[in-house]
């Protein structure tokens, strides 16, 4: 019953090489997300898709590309990677894109790039 | 530009006691929201406590109570009777405006909150 699942949890992988991260929530939520946290700590957005268009990009390099099949699904997929790419990346799932309206986070995939 | 600053990077308590860590936030806007957001060592992402900027009484879930101070701009948390599954890292975060309806939220570099037995 688990409600932002994502797969794989651990990714390791040699840098150069092209990898996808996929993100399904069963929360009947419109808006999904995707954080990156840094080896630092800190989280910051990177993409959010509303009802399966993309609404937020924060500046993220063209090599990051997420992709959503329908509402429920927030995959995001990555070219070329680079060992500054080495992070955890977050899911997350809101009910709309109100202000008022909480984020529920999956539990992360740790990526790591040799 | 909207920022959210945790100026206090690591904190420890004894177990049973109480906590307060420190939020504040910079913003324009005059209706918004405030999150707390706990990171246990298992890396989830957990949603402690929320304010409503309009409501002047500070929200509370269990041992946990926010002291929300808007012309301050400030945000703190307040853990009551810290237990040992309290240990982790604690991230403020502020629901900030990304152009049209559509918002994002903006995080602070985050509190790890070590309880003591």
């Known amino acids: 019953d688990t409600a932002v699942s994502q797969t794989p949890k651990y990714l390791v992988t040699q840098m150069g090489n092209d990898k996808s991260i996929k993100c399904e929530q069963n929360?009947?939520?419109?808006?999904m997300y995707w954080y990156k946290q840094d080896s630092k700590k800190f989280l910051k957005i990177m993409f959010s898709?509303?009802?399966?268009?993309?609404?937020i990009n924060e500046t993220v390099p063209n090599r990051f590309s997420p992709k959503s099949p329908d509402k429920a699904h927030l995959n995001l997929h990555i070219n070329s990677l680079e060992l500054g790419d080495s992070a955890v990346y977050f899911c997350?799932?809101?009910?709309?894109?109100?202000?008022?309206?909480?984020?529920?986070f999956g539990d992360g995939t740790r990526l790591s790039i040799l | 530009a909207q920022t959210v600053t945790q100026s206090q990077p690591e904190m420890s308590v004894q177990e049973a006691e109480t906590v307060t860590l420190s939020c504040t936030y910079d913003?324009?806007?005059?209706?918004?929201?405030l999150f707390w957001y706990k990171q246990p060592p298992s890396r989830q992402m957990i949603l402690v406590i929320r304010q409503e900027a309009y409501k002047q009484q500070n929200a509370t879930e269990n041992r946990f109570s926010v002291n929300f101070q808007k012309a301050a701009k400030s945000f703190s948390l307040k853990i009551s009777d810290s237990q040992l599954g309290d240990t982790a890292m604690y991230f403020c975060?502020?629901?900030?405006?990304?152009?049209?309806?559509?918002?994002?939220?903006?995080f602070g570099k985050g509190t790890l909150l070590t309880v003591n037995p």
């Open positions: 975060a502020f629901m900030t405006h990304s152009g049209g309806s559509n918002y994002k939220l903006t």
């Open positions: 929360l009947g939520h419109d808006t």
């Open positions: 997350a799932s809101s009910k709309s894109t109100g202000n008022n309206q909480p984020q529920h």
């Open positions: 898709y509303n009802n399966k268009e993309l609404i």
């Open positions: 913003t324009s806007e005059n209706n918004y929201y």
